[in-house]
């Protein structure tokens, strides 16, 4: 019955635990073992939404890569969808759900060898005579994109070990997207093909075609290069960009607090809006209903209670919050940690995403 909830809200519920899940998740690594076992969790018949909800929201790779861990590595449902179904099966998606998806793939060793695999195929279906003819032209250039992408996300030794087979693929490739009579499938293959060229001959002579540098030519050779998200100082943790941020502001004069650019009203002018005050009907408060604050739980064990039984959920929302600190506080107590974790993912996850967080 809750997933059946889910999957008629899936895009409410995600556009509102997605982002919620990215704050908590940014320093806790308790949040982030928490939102592991949530996706870990979800039916395969689920799996596709909820993986594309993830993917397609996620602000960066290294965000996605926090909020699914090693998903695609356990779940063979999310690894057909991220390897087979949103790179080969499908096309509508955009330039940054492609580096989005790739670059998570690229964030652990484990997930490397599914970019491998991943640029393999898509270099096959690439280099197919028949798929660059019966193909539609936005599906081969969704294609290109992510073989772009995939190759710059390429470490030397997996460029030297599949050397030969990238050289393979490069040369049928090229020939089959020269072959057509379409201008803008033959500059992709030249495209694609000087990329590839110069990935694998780093130090000798690389391929060099003579087409036309517009707009789209220019936006596929940037995929070959990786850059730091906008809006986001590299190697600067979060503290030091508040720092950083700060200091660009203007200073602020202390004494009176008064601007060099202000300027001051008249006496008179100033009692006048103090006196129009006076005017303002009073809210009546005589019916207002004194908000009752919850108490958070003091022990784990109040934690555990709370989660596997309440059904109030400013109570479920406080356990939560409280929980981190108790563990922090009583590192002996992660047995009850653990028991805590496998009740919220075994099956009342939703509970979590229902929480006004």
Known sequence: MYFSLFSFASEEILSVLVPHLTDLTKSDCIWQRICWRLVECV???????????FVQRAPGADVLSRLLGNLVVKNKKAQFVVTQKMLLLQYGYTTAVLQNLLGYLSLDGLRRALLIKVLQELLETWSSSSAVKHSPVEQQQYISKAILICLSHLKEPEIESCRQELLTSMMEGVKC????????IRRLGMIVAESISSKINTDGPVLKFQYEEDD????????LVQTAPLGVLPGLPDSDRNENADAALPPVLEGNGKSPTATTLPDEESDAELDSDDDLIPYDMSEDKELKKTKAPVYIRDC????????????????????????????AAAREVKQCELIITSGLWWRVILLPL
Request: charged share 35%; no cysteine; glycine share 4%.
């Open 43 to 53: 039916p395969d018949r689920w799996m596709e939404a909820v993986v594309l909800g």
């Open 216 to 223: 789209e030519a220019r936006e596929l050779k940037s995929l």
């Open 177 to 184: 997207h020269l072959d057509s009579s379409l201008p803008q």
């Open 304 to 331: 555990i209670e709370v989660l596997t039984g309440s059904e109030d959920l400013d109570k479920w929302e406080e356990a939560v919050k409280a929980l981190e600190s108790l563990v922090r506080k009583n590192p």
